[in-house]
C-alpha cells in the first residue's frame, strides 16, 4: 500500500500533465473537485466507518465518477488520510499561533486552553476522532497520521512558545515538550472524554473556564520563575 505520508500520485500526475498556460480558473475548478470529493468521502466515513466506506459509495455521495475520485485519491487509506490531515491543520491553524512577544503567560495559556476544548469538543472533531480510533487498530498509519498532525503538532508548537518564555525569564521549564503535555492534558482530559466516550453534550463555556483557570493555576505554580 502507498504511504499515507505521500501525496496524492494519481493528482500529482494530473497536475504534471497540465500545459504551462493553464490558466488560474483550472487550478480552482481543480481545488473545488478535491474538496467536493472531500466532503463526501467525510459523510460516508461518518455514517458507515471506514471500513464499510467503499470508494463506489464515496464517488457517488460525492458527486463524481470513479475514474475521476481516481485521479485524486488512489485508495481509501489516502482519501481518508487527506480528511484527517485537513481536519487536523484546520484545529492546529486556529489553535497554536502564539506570540513569543505577549509578556501575559497566564492570559495566553488561558486564551489557548479555551480555544483548545472548544475545538476538541466539536462535533466535526470528536466525529474524526471516533473514526481514527476505530480504524487505528487495522490501519496504524492512519492513528500514526493523527498524532503526527494533530496532538504531536499541536504540543510541538506550544513548546516552541514555552521555551521562549523560558529564554525570556518568564518561566523556568526544563523539559518545554513534556510541560506542553502536561497543559494540555490539563485542559482537555476531564472534559474531552465525556464527550468522546460517553456521548456526553460539550460543557457549557463557565466549566470550560473554570477548567482551563485551573490548569493555568497549577502550570504556573509548577512552571514559573522561581525566586
Known amino acids: 500500500m502507498t504511504s499515507l505520508y505521500a501525496g496524492a500520485q494519481g493528482a500529482a500526475a494530473a497536475v504534471a500533465a497540465r500545459g504551462p498556460k493553464e490558466s488560474a480558473a483550472d487550478d480552482r475548478l481543480d481545488s473545488a473537485k478535491r474538496r467536493q470529493i472531500i466532503d463526501g468521502a467525510r459523510a460516508v466515513f461518518l455514517a458507515h466507518g471506514f471500513d464499510a466506506a467503499a470508494m463506489g459509495r464515496i464517488a457517488e455521495a460525492a458527486g463524481v465518477s470513479k475514474g475521476t475520485l481516481y485521479v485524486y485519491f488512489e485508495s481509501k487509506e489516502e482519501l481518508f488520510a487527506a480528511l484527517v490531515r ?5 484545529t492546529a491553524e486556529r489553535l497554536f499561533e502564539l506570540d513569543d512577544d505577549n509578556h501575559d503567560v497566564g492570559d495566553v495559556l488561558r486564551r489557548l486552553g479555551r480555544s483548545f476544548i472548544e475545538a476538541l469538543v466539536h462535533p466535526s472533531h470528536v466525529a474524526t ?4 480510533i476505530a480504524a487505528a487498530d487495522r490501519k496504524p498509519d492512519i492513528g500514526q497520521l493523527f498524532l503526527a498532525s494533530g496532538p504531536r503538532a499541536g504540543a510541538a508548537r506550544l513548546s516552541a512558545w514555552l521555551g521562549a518564555k523560558v529564554a ?4 523556568d521549564v526544563a523539559d518545554p515538550e513534556l510541560a506542553a503535555w502536561h497543559f494540555l492534558t490539563m485542559c ?3 472534559v474531552m472524554m465525556p464527550v468522546l466516550i460517553g ?3 460539550p460543557p457549557p463555556p463557565d466549566r470550560v473556564a473554570y477548567v482551563v483557570d485551573q490548569a493555568v493555576d497549577v502550570f504556573l505554580s509548577a512552571y514559573g520563575p522561581k525566586g
Open 86 to 90: 485537513e481536519q487536523c491543520a484546520l
Open 129 to 132: 476522532v471516533r473514526m481514527v
Open 168 to 171: 525570556q525569564g518568564e518561566l
Open 188 to 190: 482537555h482530559s476531564s
Open 199 to 201: 456521548g456526553e453534550a
